[in-house]
Structure formats: structure tokens, C-alpha cells
């Protein structure tokens, strides 16, 4: 299957700070990129839907100013997570849309605690 | 939108039984469903999928069928093993890539 790199796997930070999360296709070119937030044993659940070179599409409840979503090329997504708080500690992952073959593949996951 | 429901939530078997996870999706537009794996902490790997244009597909122990009609496609693991033992997602979406929607999960323990 394709690649799909995640980074960072893992972080820490301080309530208030910021954190960027990326999502790299390495073998593929990816025009949409979605994005996924999973609370432990549970689903994952669809924060946003990432298109090149366009804003991305929110589901409902999530935060957009919260959570900052920038697609500035075909391999490349990230999510910012501004003004960090103890509730958005999770497991937040992202994976990348293979159009040829109607496919998506998913990066690694970031665990991000915010203490 | 699409809503793609999953069950069972949890599903325990006896090692060497099958496993059976049943989805539904709304939107008749989904022409492609996938299934994943996810073990603790890991990324979800794509384990087999199918897509409208068939009923049923099947990859040595994993089996996926669909019916169109009635909106609904299955998960099948025969002769379970303990290394089968993760989360299911199943998932649907449509060609053009807009929407990828996933189930709750399955959460499958094999006892051996």
C-alpha cells in the first residue's frame, strides 16, 4: 500500500501553546486528506476533510479556529492545534485520499497530551 | 451526509470460529467499502475491500459481501485466530473522494 507519513508520533505541551501535526503522502499525490481525532477504545471520528489548495471542510461541533487545517500541496497536510487545552489531549491521525484507486491510507497517529 | 453503522460494539469468539461484522450506509452513492484493522496504538491497515460493482470478495481467511439493495455490507473471518484480536472499522465513500466515513468499530478478541 501507499505511504503516509505522520509527525510528530508523539507530544507534550503546556496548556495555551500550539502544536502542528503533519500528514505527508510519500508515494502518491493526495488532493483530499482527512483528519481524525479517536478517544481510546472508541471510533475515529471525522474532524475535517482537507482539499489542496482550497479551505477545509469542518464537521459539525468541530472548532475551525480551534483546530487550524492548511493543504499547501498535494503531499502535505497540517493541523494546528491553537491554544492547546487538557481536553484536546487524543490520538489524532490523518489519512490521504489515493484518487486512481478510490483509496485511503492512514499516517501513524499523533498522541498529543497537553498538561 | 453518509452514516455507516456498525455491529456488533464487541465481539468475542472462540479461536477457530468465524467472526461476522455487519455495516449500513445511507447514502446509495458509496461505491467503495473498506475495511480496516487497528491494533492498540497503531494506524488502521487496510484489510480488504469491495466496491459496487460486486457482491463478494474474498482474501484466503477474510471475506466482504454487499448487497446494494439493501444498503448493507458484512466482514467475515473464518478459522479465527488470536492475532485477529483488534478493532474493525468499516468504512464508505464514494469515487470522486469527498466522503470517507467510518463505522464505531468492532472490537474482535479471539480466545484461544
Known amino acids: 500500500g501507499a505511504v503516509v507519513s505522520q509527525h510528530p508520533s508523539r507530544v507534550i505541551c503546556k496548556s495555551g501553546t500550539s502544536v502542528k501535526i503533519e500528514c505527508r503522502s510519500l508515494d502518491f499525490q493526495a488532493t483530499t486528506m482527512f483528519w481524525y481525532r479517536q478517544f481510546p477504545k472508541q471510533s475515529l471520528m471525522l474532524m475535517a476533510t482537507s482539499n489542496e489548495g482550497s479551505k477545509a471542510t469542518y464537521e459539525q461541533g468541530v472548532e475551525k479556529d480551534k483546530f487550524l487545517i492548511n493543504h499547501a500541496s498535494l503531499t502535505l497536510s497540517t493541523l494546528t492545534v491553537t491554544s492547546a487545552h487538557p481536553e484536546d489531549s487524543s490520538f489524532y491521525i490523518c489519512?490521504?485520499?489515493?484518487?486512481?484507486?478510490?483509496?485511503?491510507?492512514f499516517g501513524q497517529g499523533t498522541r498529543l497530551t497537553v498538561v | 451526509g453518509e452514516n455507516v453503522e456498525q455491529h456488533p460494539s464487541t465481539l468475542s469468539v472462540q479461536e477457530g470460529d468465524s467472526a461476522v461484522i455487519k455495516c449500513t450506509y445511507s447514502d446509495s452513492a458509496s461505491n467503495y467499502f473498506p475495511w480496516y484493522k487497528q491494533e492498540l496504538g497503531k494506524r488502521p491497515q487496510l484489510i480488504i475491500d469491495?466496491?459496487?460493482?460486486?457482491g463478494e470478495k474474498k482474501d484466503q481467511r477474510i471475506a466482504v459481501t454487499l448487497n446494494k439493495t439493501a444498503k448493507h455490507f458484512s466482514l467475515h473471518i473464518t478459522e479465527t485466530q488470536p492475532e485477529d484480536s483488534a478493532v474493525y472499522f468499516c468504512a464508505a465513500s464514494m469515487s470522486t473522494g469527498n466522503q470517507f466515513y467510518f463505522g464505531t468499530g468492532t472490537s474482535l478478541t479471539v480466545i484461544p
Open positions: 489519512s490521504a485520499y489515493r484518487a486512481v484507486n478510490t483509496e485511503a491510507f
Open positions: 469491495i466496491r459496487s460493482n460486486v
